[in-house]
């Protein structure tokens, strides 16, 4: 796990020193947010969908993460160099997924007081811990399907659509489970806690499978040209 | 090298098909009864099971041929062209089905799209094969191309039941929809049956015959594209060749 962590160590330096998130994602994702409520413009309309809308701002703002994080490889070929210096595909991988998750993790702190100062969203003590937990489960769903799928694209021409076409249908189960248990955290009416749960599992299972996919295929994908 | 993808099996197969889709046009529009509830309605039926079939039994070839592609290290491109071949075969059936469908909803359900299960997830599936089409299109090394698209190809055998399963739990938490059960029972007598069993064998055929004659297609494509790439090469080699001779 040591050059896992080396790896995401290297992908955060670069975005605190580049400071990307900061300037360009995180404005991004609440120009999203303010632009969704002009959209929708009814207030009772807008806190009901709130937990959607910040889910859907996350699924946007990973694909601009993921393109980052594999820009910042393949110029000037470090991605070469790494795997030439014996780093493990499957530690690059996580690597590269840890660095996403902090970023996510970031972003959705910043996107949930979002909602909660633009959509008047409430998130009560007792609703916190699902709150955690559920973005915890999704923000590393995104990231292993970000993580997976960047890999896949990079390197090819026109890879910013294609990794959308590619990734977002991949990541609905994320979208569907993530907005519904947020929905149970902010004391919607339509849904109970105890459902709520229930999509987390569903999240956790999804980050299960992509990390354990992630892994198995980042060997192949990574592979040198015979 | 011959200049038609066709073979004498593939004649077989070809004409057989067209045969039998003849013969399930007649009988889809002549022989078989008007359904009790549904009328005339019911026989987007005998083009949009077979279609949805293929389309299915494409996905699943286009699966089988990337594992074997990504697991072998000899004729990898082989499995490759037939995974490619079988996924742009499966993606016009899907398409032909979600069309038929939504038609077929409009006139039973009245609406042209219910967010049932079954529909939304043989959705997400057609934008997965489209982006996986798409991945395909992109120039670059066969081999790498190969290893790419067979990877795509079996996440996407994982992403399935995934999709699937969520907007089971997802329509499960909402209440009914209003508008007519999807599972408009439809009384299916001999004549509708055997119909319905030669719609799919019929559409199967076609399907076969298609993915044999573009595994063809993209074979003679990789093969030109290696003669263009060997010319230019002797080309350069030619025109270094000369140079050094003059500069000497």
């Keep these: 796990m040591r050059q896992a962590f080396a790896v995401a160590r290297k992908d955060l330096l670069i975005e605190i020193r580049a400071r990307l998130l900061l300037v360009r994602v995180a404005p991004f994702a609440l120009l999203v947010l303010v632009l969704f ?34 820009d910042v490889e393949t110029e000037d070929d470090a991605l070469e160099m790494l795997l030439t210096s014996t780093v493990e595909p499957t530690q690059l991988f996580f690597g590269k997924l840890l660095a996403a998750f902090v970023q996510l993790l970031v972003l959705s702190v910043l996107l949930v007081c979002g909602a909660v100062v633009l959509y008047g969203a409430t998130v009560t003590a007792g609703h916190l811990v699902l709150l955690v937990t559920t973005v915890s489960c999704a923000a590393w769903g995104l990231a292993s399907v970000g993580t997976l799928y960047g890999a896949v694209v990079a390197n090819m021409n026109g890879r910013d659509s294609l990794l959308a076409l590619l990734a977002l249908p991949v990541l609905a189960p994320v979208l569907i489970g993530a907005s519904r248990a947020t929905e149970a955290a902010f004391g919607s009416q339509t849904i109970d806690t105890a459902s709520g749960w229930a999509w987390v599992a569903l999240l956790a299972v999804f980050a299960l499978v992509f990390s354990a996919a992630g892994a198995a295929a980042f060997g192949a994908l990574m592979e040198p040209e015979a | 090298m011959s200049r038609s993808t066709g073979t004498t099996v593939t004649r077989v197969i070809g004409i057989s098909a067209a045969l039998l889709l003849a013969w399930v046009v007649v009988s889809a529009f002549f022989v078989t009864p008007a359904d009790a509830q549904q009328g005339d309605a019911v026989r987007i039926m005998y083009a949009h099971v077979p279609a949805a079939w293929v389309a299915y039994l494409a996905f699943v070839t286009t699966a089988i041929a990337s594992g074997f592609s990504l697991a072998r290290r000899h004729r990898t491109l082989g499995f490759d062209r037939v995974a490619g071949a079988s996924a742009e075969t499966g993606v016009l059936f899907m398409g032909l089905a979600l069309v038929t469908g939504s038609l077929w909803g409009r006139l039973t359900w ?17 934008v997965t094969y489209v982006g996986y089409l798409a991945v395909r299109n992109i120039d670059s090394d066969p081999q790498r191309r190969a290893k790419r698209s067979a990877v795509l190809a079996l996440l996407a055998v994982l992403e399935i039941p995934l999709v699937h399963f969520s907007v089971v739990l997802w329509r499960s938490l909402h209440q009914e929809a209003s508008v007519l059960n999807p599972d408009g029972d439809v009384r299916l007598d001999g004549s509708m049956l055997f119909t319905l069993f030669s719609g799919v064998v019929a559409f199967t055929l076609v399907f076969v015959w298609l993915v044999i004659h573009r595994q063809r297609l993209s074979t003679l494509q990789d093969l030109q594209q290696g003669a263009g790439l060997d010319a230019a090469i002797a080309a350069r080699r030619n025109e270094v060749s000369t140079r050094s001779v003059g500069g000497a």
Excluded: C, H, K, N
């Design chain 2, 110 to 126: 009245g609406t042209f799209w219910q967010w049932d299960p079954r529909l939304t997830t043989t959705l997400f599936l057609f």
């Design chain 1, 37 to 70: 409520a002009v959209a929708l413009d009814s207030e009772p309309l807008i806190l009901r969908a709130a937990a959607g809308l910040v889910w859907l701002t996350m699924l946007f703002s990973v694909l601009l993460l993921v393109q980052r994080a594999y």
